[in-house]
C-alpha cells in the first residue's frame, strides 16, 4: 500500500497547476496552490500515507459528513421530515430546486440541506460549534482540532447566497432559529482544520459498519453506516457525483479546501487533498488519485475490476 | 436462497393493493394488479425463482440498460459527448433540465437520455428493434422474446412527451436521426416482453465483471461493467435513486411495468416484478423485496450490514 | 361622474364577501373585510368619492411607485443599470427567474426590483423612510400621512422570502447596503397609511404630464411619465399585469392592502380599495370597479370603446 | 406627416449595419440587410410612406395579430380556456414556462400560444392556410397577398423546437390536432410576403375601433380592439414588451423579418420594415424608428409627451 500510495501521488502531481484554488473567500485563496497529500486509514488500525499527509487544511464541506452524522445520533430517521437523500441533479448552491420544492432540500450534502441539519443540530445544542469540534476531535483522535476563525469570520462576511437559502427556508417555514446563528456554526464547521490522516481516521467508522477502528466507539449502526455511504455515493460531490460512482466507484465527500475522503467499506477509508479545484469544485489531483486508487486495488462498489 | 426468496415474497404480499397499475397508456393499464415474481441468478449459474416469475411483463425502462449496453459495445466513451452520468434530481420526465442544459440530458436513464441513446443506435444498427431484441434472446438465454406489438404501438399513440424532449433536443443539434424513426426504435425496446427469469439471466454479466455467466460471452469490460453498474446506482430509479440507495444498496434499474433489476457484484443477479407502483413510478412490493433481500443478505455495496 | 362612482360602487358591493384578506402578515389580516371606497381625481384638481374613501389602509405595493419616482428623481436612467423594465410573468415573489437571471430583477414592481430601488434609495438619503414619508405627504397634500409601526414591524417579522431576494441579489453583487437595514426601510414604505383620497391626489401628477395637479410641483417630466405609467401598464398588478390591460387597459397598481390606483393620461387618476383579494393578489372588488370605469368612461389606452 | 417620415428614417439610417438579420433558417438571411421602410396609414384613409414602403418581406410573428383576429372572430372569449393574456417574462421560445404552467401558454404572441391559436383555427377552417391569406388579403385591400413557399418550407425543415412546444401542450391534452399539420399551416402564416403599405392597412381596424379605415368591415368589437392592443402592448415584442412600452408606447408586434407594426388609437396605424434584427430579436431600426415617431408626435398612450 505505501508503494502504490507513492506511486499514485508521482503520476497525478504533473496535474498540479491545472486546476483553480478556490477564492470565493479571501482566507482560502490564500493557501499555496501546489500541496498534495494522501492518507489511508485500514479497519484494522494501520495507516498509510503520502506527500504532505499531515498538514492541516480547511476541511469545508466534509463537515457536512460530521453534521449529518450528528443529526443521525441524535434524530435518526426524524430528519428526514426536513429534508431528502436524493441526488439534487443541480450545481451545489441553486435556490431553483429549493423554490421549486418549497424549501425542502434535497439533500444534506448541499448546502441548503447542511444548513438544515445545522438548524436541527443547533435545537439540540447549547453551543454547536463545539460540540461539532469534540466530534471531530474525537473521531480522529486528535484532540487539537481547531476552526479556523480567520475563514470562519470571512465565509460569514460572503455568506449573501447561503443566507439566500436560509432564509428561503425559513419562509416555507422550513428553518427554525435565527438564520445568522445558524450561519455562524455553519461556517464553524467548514472552518475545521483538519489532515488527511486527521481526516481518513475520522471517516474510519464508515468503513467499519459504524465503528470507530482506534476508539471502537459505535458511531452508527450498521445500517445507518449504510445509509450514509449510499448518500455520500448518490451526493457527495457536488454536481460531479455521478462521475466519481462511474470514474471511482467509491461512497466519497469533496471540499473546495481541496480535500476529498473516500470508503472502501470492509477495507479502509481514505483522504486525499490538493487545493487546485476543476470546474465541478473538486480538488482535480484529489479525483484522478482516487480513481488511480480504485483502479490499482482492482475494487470498485459497483463492481471488481479485476477478472 | 429459495427458503429466502418465499419468505420474503410472504412478507411483501400484503402490499398489493396499495400502489398503482401505470395506465399512462391503456395497454399496461391492463395488466392484473396483483402480481409478485422475483428471481436470483448467480454468477455461478444457479437459479433460484419464486412467485409468478416466468411470467413475462412488459420491461419498458428496463430496456434503457439494453440500450446502454448497445450503445457503449460499439462506441465506447465517445457517446458521453452526446449525453452525461449525473443524476437528474428532477421528474424522469421534465424538460426544464434538457432546456436549461442545452439539449443534453443528464443520464442514459431518463428518457430523453434513452433517447439520445437510442439515436446514436439508430445510425449504427439497420434494423435497432431487432438488434435489441436479439440482444435480449442472448443474454436471457431465451429465443423467444418479443416484442409486444400492441404495447409498442399504443406507446406511439401516446408519445407527446417524448416527441417533445426528441425535438426539443433537435433543436439543439443533438439528434440526428428521424424524430419518429427513432421513437419507433424506443418504444419497442420498452415493449419487449421478458420475465423475471428471462431478466435476472440477462443482467447477469452486470454481477460478473461484464461476463455473462451462461454463454461465457464478454459483453462488456470489467471497467465498463463498473460504469454502468454506477450509472444504475445513481439514477437507475426515476427520482427515488437517493432512495433506493438508502434503503437497498445496490445498483438497480425500474420500470413502469413494475420490473426492477438488481445486481449484487461478484454475487448475483435479481429481478423482482409486481405491477403496482409507488408515487415515484417504481414497483411499490419490488422495492419492499429488494430492502428485504439486502437486509437478509446482510450486504449492500456501501457496506456490509452484518456486525 | 359622482353618479358614475355610486353606481359603480353598488354594483360591484355584491362581490364582498367572495375574496380573501391578505394573511401572510397578522396585522393586514385584522382589517375589516367588507370595506369598500373610491376617489377619482381630475388633472383640474376636482375630487369625486364614494364609500369610504377617506379611510386610510396599508398602502403596501403601492409604495413602490413612490420609491420608484424618488429614485428617477435622483438617479434617472441611471437605475436601469440596476434592474428592468420587462413584465416578469411569474409570481410576484419568485427567485428562480432572479437566479436565472444573475440577480437583476426584471422590473421595479416585483419585491426583488423594489428591494433594489430601496437599495438605491438608501444609499442617496439619510433616512430613506422619513424621505418617502414626505413624499407621500406631499404628493396626497396631506400633512398627516405616516407609516404603522406595528404593520412594519409585523412584515419584518415575516421578512424571510425578501430577505432571501435580497441576499440573493447581494450574492450576485447587486446589493450594496445591509440587508436588515434595506429591508426595515421597505417595510416602513409598505406600511404607509393612506386612503383613496390621498391616493388618488397623490397619483395624479401620472395622468398630468408629471405635474403634480394641487402643488403644480413638476414632479417628473412628461417623458419619465411615459416610462412610469409603461411600467405600471406592463407590470403593475403581479402576475395578472395582462389581464388588468385587457378588462381595464389602463396604467395602475394594486397593493395586498386591497388598493389599486390607476390613470387615465390628460383625465384623472382614481384610486379603488377594498381588501378581499383575488387568487392573484388584486383587490376582488377593485378590479371590477376599474373594469366597469373604464367601460363607462368609454376610454381606456389601448383603444377608445364607444364606436 | 410625410416631412416627419422622411426624416424619421434619415435619422435612423445611420443604424443600418449594426443589427443582424435572422439566419435561424436559411430563406431568411437571404434578405439584403439595408432595407428601411416606412408606412403610415390613418383612420381617415390617408396613407403616407418613406423608404421601402412597397417592398414585401416576410411578416412572421406579425401573423400571430390575424391568426388571433381570427380565433375572436370565431370562438371569442372561449380562447381564454386554452391560454392566457399575462406577458411572459422569458425568451419567446422557453419551454420551461410552458411546462411549469401544465402546457397553457401565456399569451397568444408567444410561439407556443400562437401554435394553440392555430390548433383551435385548424379546428375551424378547412383549409386555414387560405383563410389567413385572405384576411390578410382583406384587411391590407391587396389581393396579391401570398404566402412564400420557399420560406414555408424552410421554417418547416426547422420545425423542432415548435415541434417541441406542440408535442408538450399535446401531451398536457392541450393540442387536439395533428402536430405536423398544425405546424404546416403556422408557417404559411408566418411566411405571408407582405409591405409595409399593406401591414399598415392591414392593421388600421386596431386604430379604428376594430373598422377596417378602407372596407368598413367590422373586424372586432371596440371591446375586443382594446383586448387585442392591449396584448400588444403587454406581449407583443418578445422580450422587449416592457421596453418597447417604455421607449415607444404603444401597443405593437415585431416578427423576425424585420417589420413592427404599432398603433396609435383613434388615429393611424404605421408599419417599420429594417430586416436587421437587435438581441431580442426586434429590427434595429425599426424600434428607433417608432420612438422617434412617438416623441415627435408627443403621443404614447401611457401619457401625452408635450407638456
Not at 465565509?155 to 443566507?163: L, V
Request: proline residues 5%; glycine residues 10%.
Amino acid at each position: 500500500m505505501q508503494a502504490l500510495l507513492d506511486d499514485i501521488l508521482e503520476q497525478v502531481r504533473p496535474l498540479l497547476g491545472q486546476g483553480k484554488v478556490a477564492d470565493y473567500i479571501p482566507a482560502l485563496a490564500e493557501v499555496p496552490a501546489n500541496r498534495l497529500g494522501i492518507a489511508v486509514f485500514g479497519v484494522d488500525g494501520s495507516l498509510y500515507t503520502a506527500g504532505e499527509a499531515r498538514q492541516a487544511f480547511s476541511i469545508q464541506s466534509i463537515s457536512k459528513v460530521f453534521s449529518l452524522v450528528q443529526a443521525i445520533q441524535h434524530s435518526g430517521e426524524e430528519i428526514w421530515q426536513r429534508l431528502g437523500h436524493e441526488p439534487s441533479g443541480q450545481p451545489f448552491n441553486s435556490l431553483v430546486q429549493l423554490e421549486f420544492e418549497r424549501g425542502r432540500p434535497r439533500n444534506p450534502f448541499i448546502n441548503a440541506g447542511a444548513l438544515v441539519i445545522c438548524d436541527i443540530n443547533q435545537s439540540r445544542f447549547a453551543a454547536p460549534a463545539l460540540s461539532m469540534r469534540d466530534l471531530a476531535r474525537r473521531l480522529s483522535g486528535n484532540a487539537r482540532v481547531v476552526a479556523d476563525a480567520k475563514v470562519a469570520e470571512s465565509e460569514y462576511q460572503h455568506r449573501a447566497r447561503n443566507a439566500a437559502a436560509a432564509y428561503l427556508m425559513q419562509a416555507f417555514g422550513n428553518f427554525h432559529n435565527e438564520v445568522e446563528t445558524v450561519l455562524r456554526s455553519y461556517f464553524h464547521h467548514c472552518a475545521l482544520a483538519m489532515s488527511c490522516v486527521d481526516l481518513a481516521r475520522a471517516c474510519g467508522f464508515l468503513a467499519n459498519q459504524g465503528r470507530c477502528p482506534q476508539s471502537g466507539e459505535a458511531v452508527l449502526t450498521p445500517r445507518q453506516t449504510q445509509q450514509v455511504n449510499a448518500i455520500m455515493a448518490t451526493s457527495g460531490l457536488y454536481d460531479e457525483a455521478g462521475n466519481f460512482a462511474y470514474r471511482v466507484g467509491l461512497p466519497g465527500k469533496s471540499g473546495v479546501g481541496g480535500g476529498i475522503v473516500a470508503v472502501v467499506p470492509g477495507r479502509f477509508s481514505v483522504c486525499v487533498w490538493s487545493p487546485e479545484l476543476n470546474s465541478a469544485g473538486n480538488s482535480l489531483a484529489g479525483m484522478a488519485a482516487l480513481e488511480l486508487l480504485s483502479e490499482r486495488i482492482g475494487w470498485s462498489v459497483f463492481s471488481p475490476l479485476n477478472a
